[in-house]
């Protein structure tokens, strides 16, 4: 996990995302690139109320959107240069302050959610804040980049960490993507403290050989992981699972994203969702 990609929007977010990102890095010495895009207006407005403005409203709401982006483009410019300033040096420097991290920082215009697939695709890990996007970014990024990037992503939760390695909950389901998800977390299991690995028990048996086969490859990896059955109890699946990463007091969650088909994911929702919705602790994704 060399190359962490981390989008700065601008808004009062950023130092989370900021410090998130570097609690990801340190572990791996990593290089983190922070990522603002510029969205002009005539993007922005795609989709919002704007769209369908005509004559001077038009006008008007499309000059409010130059002058937020710009705005926005200021402020996560002036956040990055702050919050570098103590923790990492540049990138063309040796060395860095915080266990070998560098940083650099850039701006890319327009073509959003292209531009983050390209340079998602590039890199090790993506980090983003939780909350929907509102600096112009569509409000689907996050979704949308799990799925096209074929990249973890690690969604920052709304305090930001001192570390991700004391505690770690994988939840597994034996799932394609929880496999990779865990594959993907490696670089961080290693350097945890304690690793614990999380299944639910849904009225059927386990398949034993599949989570025995995740055991042995953490093993061989040094990775001295521990059981947890989670009984069924009625309560949804989510719930259940947010409720185990607060007793566990867990520094990070690893966990498959957006498993299901398209058609149930419309009939019954994502689990993913419902648990960024009901934990306040960093995710690791991986669809």
């Known amino acids: 996990m060399k190359n962490i990609l981390a989008l700065i929007g601008g808004g009062d977010r950023d130092e989370v995302v900021f410090e998130t990102a570097l609690a990801a890095a340190e572990p791996c010495s990593s290089h983190v690139n922070f990522l603002h895009i510029h969205v002009g207006p005539i993007e922005a407005a795609r989709g919002s109320a704007v769209e369908f403005a005509t004559g ?6 499309l000059e409010d959107l130059e002058h937020r982006a710009k705005t926005y483009s200021r402020l996560a410019a ?4 702050d919050l570098c300033e103590d923790s990492v040096i540049p990138d063309e420097m040796v060395g ?8 650099s920082y850039r701006i890319e215009t327009d073509n959003a959610l292209e531009r983050l697939t390209a340079s998602g695709s590039q890199s090790d890990l993506i980090v983003m804040g939780r909350a929907k996007q509102t ?17 973890p992503m690690l969604i920052a939760a709304s305090n930001a960490p001192q570390k991700l ?13 929880a496999t990779r998800a865990v ?13 614990v690995v999380a299944t639910v028990l849904k009225g059927r048996k386990q398949n034993g ?7 042995r490859k953490l093993a061989d990896c040094e990775i001295n ?51 960024l919705r009901l934990t306040d602790k960093p995710i690791l994704l991986m669809h």
């Not at 939840?171 to 394609?176: A, I, K, P, R, V």
């Not at 050989?209 to 055991?215: M, N, Q, S, V, Y």
């Open 56 to 61: 001077p409203a038009l006008r008007g709401a």
């Open 78 to 81: 002036d956040h990055i240069r």
């Open 96 to 103: 860095a302050h915080r266990n070998g991290v560098t940083a």
């Open 135 to 151: 600096q112009g970014l569509p409000s689907n990024t996050l979704e949308h980049l799990i799925k096209r990037s074929g990249r």
């Open 165 to 177: 390695t004391d505690t770690v909950i994988v939840f597994w389901n034996g799932s394609d993507s």
């Open 183 to 195: 594959e993907a977390a490696k670089p961080i299991l290693t350097k945890a403290t304690r690793v």
């Open 209 to 215: 050989t599949a989570l025995a086969e995740l055991f």
């Open 225 to 275: 992981a521990e059981p947890l059955v989670i009984p069924a109890d009625g309560r949804g699946l989510a719930i259940q699972l947010a409720s185990v990463a607060d007793k566990c007091s867990a520094n990070l969650v690893v966990m498959g994203a957006y498993g299901r088909g398209i058609a149930r994911e419309l009939l019954f929702g994502s689990q993913t969702e419902a648990l």
